[in-house]
């Protein structure tokens, strides 16, 4: 945290700069470290990230090579700080291939995005860039992948999202329908429950 907070400041408050390499890791550990946590408290899933993911984060201080993180700024009416977790899972040929969950981080003017393939690439372990599909890839000019790193990495990018436009990052398009409601717990179960 305190690492992280000299380089985070300035974004999360609206101002431009360039992230060198080592910036770009300091800060995509420390987006991982906050979606570990988050996730954590969220759920107990299998999915989860897992203990050796965790481990490279904490003691390797960077993200494990099953995460990508991008960057981005949004700007207009927002909320001080938001998170959000959205899952995929991606079909090829009618068969289940892989999952993906999006985790976003938003701080002001800052969005963080990490997102973990599952299962993991077989390059698991190295640094070297691993196949995010096309179509969930965000064009340069909205995001920029920090992890793995760029060059330098100016701040904010060309352009920027306005709220709509970080719901759609956070959820890639998951839609909910505006009736959807919980369900009540001292219901009955419905069938497809059964």
């Not at 999915?47 to 981005?72: C, H, M, W, Y």
Request: aromatic share 8%; net charge negative.
């Amino acid at each position: 945290e305190g690492d992280a907070k000299p380089v985070l400041a300035p974004m999360i408050s609206g101002r431009a700069g360039i992230l060198n390499i080592e910036e770009q890791f300091l800060v995509a550990t420390w987006a991982t470290k906050t979606a570990i946590v988050c996730e954590a408290t969220l759920s107990e899933h299998a999915d989860n990230f897992t203990p050796t993911e965790a481990g490279i984060t904490k003691d390797q201080g960077r993200p494990p090579a099953s995460v990508q993180v991008l960057i981005a700024a949004v700007i207009g009416r927002i909320p001080p700080m938001h998170f959000n977790a959205s899952k995929m899972r991606m079909y090829v040929n009618g068969q289940d291939f892989c999952k993906f969950h999006f985790y976003t981080i938003q701080m002001g003017c800052l969005v963080l995005q990490v997102i973990r393939r599952i299962p993991p690439p077989p390059d698991y372990g190295t640094l070297e860039r691993f196949a995010i599909p096309h179509d969930i890839d965000i064009p340069f000019d909205i995001a920029t992948c920090i992890f793995p790193p760029v060059g330098k990495c100016p701040w904010p990018p060309q352009k920027a999202l306005d709220w709509q436009g970080l719901e759609e990052l956070s959820t890639r398009s998951v839609w909910m329908p505006e009736e959807w409601r919980l369900r009540d717990p001292t219901a009955p179960p419905c069938r497809d429950e059964l």
